[in-house]
């Protein structure tokens, strides 16, 4: 974006495919204010315009995560005022539902942490690759939240039992409990999830666009209820004194 540091790394690997790396490795590519905004933009462009040679997207993370989700320092930035805590969940889950809308399939290739967001960024792309170091969960519980997005979105991909168990406890599965849970679709040694990704992709380039489009229009249909909901309930909870207790204790805990 204009005037400051991208969070994403564009590459294009195969004809048609554009691979989305997250690039704040320091960080554990956690979500901030620039990277929901990014995101949308991207998502929102993939399939028209200039952009309407892509044909599928590949989105993976660098160093030892996925994402680890929200930028804890952006929570503590919200300081629990309900009045900013409200658009900034909007622009949340606008950023992940540009991947679920997004003209063309979005791929996850999943490495390393995917908390919080991580997971709920996951629950919005079409198919989902993981390596054997993938952890996945829903964190916000350990520091007095939901998961907004996750807890809408989760029993759709999930079901219920599934989507209860991650949001109640903030435990992390694996890889394999992932895949028989339905989150993820392949598993795979770390070092070529990304390349089976592509492959991935790169098979779904070929074929006719239309058809693709319209078949994930459609898978995706009617997937909007309940969020609006979600953002009020979510935003409520970052006023609570358990969550700026849980976000200053966790800021103690890694010297910020």
């Given at each position: 974006m204009s005037g400051e540091q991208s969070r994403f790394r564009r590459t294009e690997p195969r004809p048609g495919v554009v691979q989305l790396t997250m690039c704040r490795p320091e960080k554990l590519n956690a979500m901030d204010q620039a990277w929901f905004a990014e995101l949308r933009e991207l998502m929102e462009g993939f399939g028209h315009g200039a952009e309407d040679a892509v044909r599928a997207v590949v989105l993976t993370g660098s160093?030892?995560?996925?994402?680890?989700?929200?930028d804890i320092d952006m929570f503590a930035g919200l300081d629990g005022d309900v009045g900013r805590v409200r658009p900034h969940l909007r622009r949340v889950y606008d950023a992940f539902h540009a991947v679920e809308r997004c003209a063309v399939p979005v791929i996850a290739a999943v490495t390393g942490l995917a908390y919080g967001g991580g997971t709920e960024l996951a629950l919005a792309c079409d198919v989902v690759l993981a390596g054997r170091s993938a952890r996945f969960a829903f964190k916000e519980p350990?520091?007095?939240l939901m998961p907004g997005y996750g807890i809408v979105r989760g029993p759709d991909v999930l079901g219920r039992h599934w989507t209860r168990y991650l949001a109640l406890t903030g435990?992390?599965?694996?890889?394999?409990?992932?895949?028989?849970?339905g989150l993820v679709q392949e598993v795979h040694p770390d070092t070529c999830?990304?390349?089976?990704?592509?492959?991935?992709?790169?098979?779904?380039?070929?074929?006719p666009p239309l058809a693709v489009r319209v078949g994930k229009?459609?898978?995706?249909?009617e997937t909007g209820g309940g969020f609006a909901e979600?953002?009020?309930?979510?935003?409520?909870?970052?006023?609570t004194d358990e969550h700026r207790m849980a976000v200053r204790n966790f800021r103690a805990a890694h010297g910020r």
């Open positions: 160093g030892r995560a996925f994402s680890a989700g929200g350990t520091v007095g435990r992390d599965i694996d890889a394999d409990r992932a895949e028989r849970a999830v990304v390349d089976r990704a592509v492959e991935l992709a790169a098979e779904i380039a070929a074929h229009a459609f898978v995706n249909r979600s953002v009020e309930a979510t935003a409520l909870l970052f006023d």
